[in-house]
């Protein structure tokens, strides 16, 4: 008889308990708590992400139905009730779970210190700055109203390109404007920052400049720019003008009284010009296209997640339970990225996440699991075995 740990046991293992803990003091998640705690909860909606569930109803009759089992996958208490579970969503500061993504996010970085995937000889980190609107039913989310007939929440992200892990992110109502997310990174020096033209203010790019980092930018099309000289380029790059100067515009210079670089740059494939601004003065000029072309990879990231993870519908109405449930869905994220780093699979998050959610009560290491599965015989079965409870 196989006496080995559950699949999910196994996961929740690289969650680092004792700064999970330190988390929950933080903020008194567990104070008065005598039904559920924080660390219990987490395991129930990280087991409703990994499995994914429709609703807190389906996590709880899936636990329930294994209550004998609830032990050994790692809950301290005997069941878990969805009132209960609902409650906890509800009054438990949603900014634990966000610290342990923190933790998560610290880890990962390690891990993935040495990934090679941008291939462009960089010293400093790169970061993708975006954000990305989480459309609400505005009869029950109220308290996210954004115009007269709608509701939404941003989820604000900076994703680290080397390993595509997010780095730093926030929770927001629809209303609050995509630079206010800039005010709250901690800056790194040699570090490169890359957005979209939606992000420029000359001010804040002033700050990122004065710090020691580096941003590259979109420029909009009614960018007035004062030529002081220009680079020779290679037009075969697709780089079409490389030049230095300032800006043209008086009250924009005071914000920013320094040199920009502005690269103007031919994309074949979509048979388009794009205008791109840079304080780095040092680098090549079609690095700066490809770093910006990398951007992508947070827009991808955004489409991934609401795909496989769920934080489009969520399971609970306050605001607190909806930033708790996109916070966890990012730990989950984070958590399959650290176990695919430390074994060494070889596969991808999607076809790893694809597995996990069907294997969850069996006790085959994950290793052995994710590097043997075969995936097609999986889509076959899941066609006729869409419930976790068959196993």
Not at 8 to 37: A, T, W
Not at 377 to 384: P, R
Request: aromatic share 12%; hydrophobic share 40%; charged share 30%.
């Amino acid at each position: 008889m196989n006496q080995g740990k559950y699949v999910f046991s196994q996961i929740m293992e690289h969650v680092p308990y004792y700064e999970f803990s330190k988390c929950v003091k933080r903020y008194n998640g567990d104070r008065k708590s005598r039904k559920l705690s924080c660390r219990d909860q987490f395991l129930a909606m990280a087991f409703g992400q990994l499995t994914y569930r429709e609703s807190l109803r389906d996590i709880v009759v899936c636990l329930e139905s294994q209550r004998k089992k609830l032990y050994h996958l790692g809950f301290s208490s005997p069941e878990i009730k969805r009132s209960t579970l609902s409650d906890a969503n509800y009054s438990k500061d949603w900014r634990i779970y966000r610290d342990l993504a923190k933790v998560l996010i610290g880890i990962a970085k390690k891990l993935y210190t040495n990934s090679k995937e941008l291939n462009l000889d960089l010293e400093g980190a790169v970061y993708a700055i975006d954000s990305s609107t989480i459309e609400l039913c505005l009869n029950i989310f109220k308290w996210a109203r954004l115009v007269k007939v709608r509701a939404s929440v941003k989820l604000h992200l900076g994703l680290d390109l080397q390993g595509n892990i997010p780095s730093f992110f926030d929770i927001t109502t629809g209303k609050v404007h995509d630079l206010n997310f800039l005010d709250d990174i901690i800056l790194e020096a040699g570090a490169y920052y890359i957005m979209d033209r939606g992000y420029i203010d000359f001010e804040r790019l002033y700050q990122i400049d004065q710090s020691g980092a580096f941003f590259v930018i979109r420029a909009k099309k009614n960018f007035a720019f004062k030529r002081l000289y220009s680079n020779r380029v290679d037009k075969d790059t697709g780089v079409r003008c490389d030049q230095v100067g300032r800006l043209a515009n008086t009250q924009m210079r005071k914000k920013y009284p320094d040199k920009l670089r502005r690269i103007k740059y031919y994309d074949e494939e979509t048979d388009k010009y794009f205008v791109f601004l840079t304080n780095n003065m040092d680098i090549e000029a079609e690095v700066v296209a490809k770093l910006y072309k990398h951007r992508w990879q947070i827009e991808l990231f955004f489409k991934w997640i609401k795909q496989h993870l769920k934080i489009k519908a969520f399971w609970g109405y306050s605001e607190n339970a909806v930033k708790t449930q996109i916070c966890i869905a990012i730990c989950v994220y984070l958590l399959v990225a650290i176990i695919k780093k430390r074994l060494n699979i070889d596969r991808n998050l999607y076809e790893i996440l694809q597995i996990l959610s069907v294997s969850q009560l069996d006790k085959t290491p994950i290793n052995t699991l994710l590097s043997e599965f075969d995936l097609s015989l999986k889509n076959d079965q899941t066609q006729n075995q869409p419930s976790l409870l068959d196993f």
